[in-house]
């Protein structure tokens, strides 16, 4: 029977707690435009070792995630940040919902007291934050 070394028990136990960290994560209204704040979301999630999905408008590539203008059957969604106000949501509830997210942030300028309804009754989280404040500061 083969025996671990440190080294080898070293690396299983960090990709183990990198895979219990790692929340995929879509984010909703992404841009190209770099002083968008979608775009910065882009690169500090990827830069935060999460699995990135996005859709937005205009497809291309942003840190390395290909931004889909096509609505995806996206499987395994932790967690949907949205960068879209609360009028352009509105088409969009039933695909969102029908991912099942663990919770979706409302970063500040996407706040939408209807969808947060819908949400509340499907047991969906959800909270009123900004997704880069809350990876600066480690509570992502």
Do not use: W
Not at 7 to 34: D, E
Not at 49 to 59: C, N, S, T
Not at 86 to 108: C, D, G, H
């Amino acid at each position: 029977m083969p025996t671990l070394t440190l080294v080898s028990t070293i690396f299983i136990i960090s990709n183990f707690k990198a895979m219990l960290l790692n929340k995929k994560t879509l984010v909703f209204g992404a841009s190209l435009n770099p002083s968008r704040y979608s775009n910065v979301a882009l690169h500090k999630l990827v830069a935060h070792q999460h699995d990135v999905v996005a859709f937005g408008l205009r497809e291309g590539v942003v840190a390395g995630v290909k931004i889909d203008t096509e609505l995806k059957p996206y499987t395994g969604i932790d967690t949907v940040t949205l960068y879209m106000n609360a009028s352009r949501q509105v088409p969009f509830y039933e695909y969102l919902m029908t991912l099942k997210p663990e919770r979706v942030i409302f970063n500040p300028g996407t706040e939408n007291p209807d969808f947060f309804k819908m949400l509340r009754e499907a047991n969906i989280e959800f909270e009123m934050a900004c997704t880069l404040v809350l990876l600066g500061t480690n509570q992502y």
